[in-house]
């Protein structure tokens, strides 16, 4: 067990919905990343959260949003859902942010599919 | 972030060691040699990292060629629940910590019990 949860488990929707993930961090962890995991792209990085603030994007679309709230917990907005959207989707969370030997640890995953 | 090569599967017996190989020849001097593994239907886990010297740690041993060209992550005595993912990543190290990991392909390791 990481100490990061992630909800909910699965998610199955249709095309054009909009669905929210949620991810509680480690205790004491300010940073949050989210990730997607697709069987053609493998794992790729979203989004960077730091105490609240946007850090650094990844291969992240314009449909997909995300916010880290005072509690640090964080959510990703993917709206306009597509077939290809269907992915498992991961956050991580870190202690550091400067310190870019700082070990990640990785929540359970949202499985999303989208008929 | 510099390109790591991993052979895109391995197979090993169970209780022996396993020695898995990562290049990555255009690493800068600053770039932490990170592992991180995926095992099956889970999220990926942090294993162990370097910059220059050797590491140990509970899970795993990291050696590192003293060009840096090359590591190689060493289990040293495999079990069934080792069977997993294992991805080899660079993390340059130039200040602000923002990006995430840029995880390539990784290397299945099938163990045999």
């Known amino acids: 067990d990481s100490g990061v949860t992630q909800t909910p488990k699965h998610l199955i929707t249709a095309t054009g919905q909009r669905v929210t993930l949620r991810c509680s961090p480690r205790s004491g962890d300010l940073s949050v990343y989210w990730y997607q995991q697709s069987l053609d792209q493998g794992l790729q990085f979203l989004i960077h959260?730091?105490?609240?603030?946007?850090?650094a994007k990844g291969n992240i679309l314009e449909r997909f949003s995300a916010q880290q709230f005072p509690d640090l917990h964080s959510e990703l907005n993917l709206s306009s859902l597509e077939l290809g959207d269907s992915a498992l989707y991961f956050c991580?969370?870190?202690?550091?942010?400067?310190?870019?030997?700082?070990?990640?640890?990785f929540g359970p995953g949202t499985r999303l599919t989208v008929l | 972030d510099a390109k790591t090569t991993q052979p895109n599967s391995m197979e090993s017996n169970e209780e022996e060691p396993v020695h898995l190989p990562c290049n990555h020849s255009t690493i800068s001097g600053t770039d932490y040699i990170h592992w991180y593994r995926q095992l099956p239907s889970q999220g990926p886990e942090y294993v162990i990292h370097g910059l220059t010297s050797n590491v140990n740690n509970r899970m795993a041993s990291l050696a590192i060629a003293e060009d840096r060209k090359s590591s190689t992550l060493i289990l040293h005595r495999a079990t069934l629940r080792d069977a997993a993912v294992y991805y080899c990543i660079l993390r340059a190290y130039s200040g602000g910590g923002a990006d995430g990991l840029t995880f390539g392909k990784g290397t299945h390791l099938i163990i045999q019990p």
């Open positions: 959260y730091y105490n609240g603030e946007e850090r």
């Open positions: 991580a969370s870190s202690v550091v942010r400067l310190a870019r030997a700082s070990e990640q640890f």
